[in-house]
Antibody, heavy 118, light 107 residues
């Protein structure tokens, strides 16, 4: 059974930093691309970033480019999102998501809440 | 960036009735279109990929159709557990983009 468990969310001041983690199990982590998708309170889904499985290519939404970094540690089955220069508009639930070989998102974690406020 | 537009924003349906949800892409995404369901307080769940293929464990009352720029999700006979928000997502181009969602509510 695929499981994705996010952690690292919390309250941070504008301009601050936070690192999210997602521990994966139930599949061969290194074989699959992984993504972060966020959802602001009461709003829809917004794709944030994707990292390839073995090629480690990275992709970012314009809204976070230059501020966020995505990485993975295949030896620990863990995905990361380093978030710097945080803004109020980054406040959201951040979901970790597994990508299928086709490119769609086939499994979602339960999410971790990030609140950016003074 | 490909803009995904869903309609209607809210759909009010009686249990047992058919629901038809639409998703339009601002340019062709071929068949690289997925539908996700999200219930209140829960993470999304993949329903359909490749525009028309049901994901593992998804009931046959859910069906998807379309290609290019016009897509439809049909729920043939709504059950109580189907009242939720539905999002389409294209995975043909970067950045990946979602529609704004259609809320299916009980009439």
């Amino acid at each position: 059974e695929v499981q994705l468990l996010e952690s690292g969310g919390g309250l941070v001041q504008p301009g601050g930093s936070l690192r999210l983690s997602c521990v994966a199990s139930g599949f061969t982590f290194s074989n699959y691309a992984m993504s972060w998708v966020r959802q602001a309170p009461g709003k829809g889904l917004e794709w944030v970033s994707t990292v390839g499985g073995r090629d480690n290519n990275t992709y970012f939404a314009d809204s976070v480019k230059g501020r966020f970094t995505i990485s993975r540690d295949n030896s620990k089955n863990t995905l990361y999102l380093q978030m710097n220069s945080l803004r109020a508009e980054d406040t959201a639930i951040y979901y970790c998501a597994k990508m299928s070989p086709r490119g769609d998102t086939d499994y979602w974690g339960q999410g971790t809440l990030v609140t950016v406020s003074s | 960036e490909i803009v995904m537009t869903q309609s209607p924003a809210t759909l009010s349906v009686f249990p047992g009735e058919r629901a038809t949800l639409s998703c339009r892409a601002s340019q062709s995404v071929n068949s690289n279109l997925a539908w996700h369901q999200q219930k209140p307080g829960q993470a999304p769940r993949l329903l359909i990929y490749g525009a028309s293929t049901r994901a593992t464990g998804i009931p046959a009352r859910f069906s998807g159709s379309g290609s290019g720029t016009e897509f439809t999700l049909t729920i043939s006979s709504l059950q109580s557990e189907d009242f939720a928000v539905y999002y389409c997502q294209q995975y043909n181009n970067w950045p990946r983009t979602f529609g704004q969602g259609t809320k299916v509510e009980i009439k």
